[in-house]
């Protein structure tokens, strides 16, 4: 099972290698990448969001899933996992970006973008189209500059949707039992 994933992973990268490289999009993936490095785009959302109080809860529930999504993703299971990255299997590929050192599985840009993304989409569904498809060019990025295979991007969308959904109902948990202790005094 996991030689025909693998095979199908190789396929799909090679595919994108091949036939969808041209000169905008070698531009305009290592942009939409490094607006994606360490969450750095969805952080700014979040500080931004502290600003305005209607907002602001949004702002906390984005903090946290990023939090969550680098300590699951990252510090556990990236070492744990030790996937390497395409393009440290094959170094005869042109890269548009540095090469990654750490591991691959799961995509950090990935999981990320979808964790902000799911609360961005639940505090304001305009804001969360916009979110989305961010989202999904910063993780398309990720395939398209030989660093993740899309199995990396899968796993990443669904923890970040793991993580985003977390901090939202921890959240929402705290904010209730606020207001239930405060209606108690």
């Not at 290592?30 to 600003?51: D, K, M, T």
Request: aromatic share 12%; net charge positive.
């Amino acid at each position: 099972m996991l030689i025909w994933i693998q095979n199908v992973d190789n396929n799909i990268i090679g595919f994108v290698q091949t036939n969808l490289h041209n000169s905008i999009f070698d531009v305009m993936m290592p942009l939409f990448s490094f607006i994606g490095n360490n969450g750095a785009v969805w952080l700014i959302i979040a500080v931004i969001f502290l600003f305005f109080p209607k907002y602001r809860k949004y702002g906390i529930m984005i903090a946290l899933g990023l939090f969550l999504t680098d300590l699951i993703g990252e510090v556990t299971l990236k070492p744990l996992i030790a996937r390497v990255r395409p393009c440290n299997l094959n170094t005869n590929v042109l890269m548009l970006i540095s090469r990654p050192v750490d591991f691959s599985f799961p995509s950090g840009h990935t999981s990320t973008s979808f964790s902000a993304t799911i609360v961005i989409w639940r505090s304001n569904r305009k804001f969360g189209v916009f979110a989305l498809l961010l989202a999904m060019l910063i993780a398309f990025s990720r395939l398209y500059l030989y660093v993740h295979y899309p199995t990396d991007l899968l796993a990443g969308a669904v923890l970040g949707m793991f993580c985003g959904a977390a901090a939202m109902g921890l959240i929402d948990l705290i904010i209730r039992k606020e207001a239930s202790h405060c209606q108690k005094l």
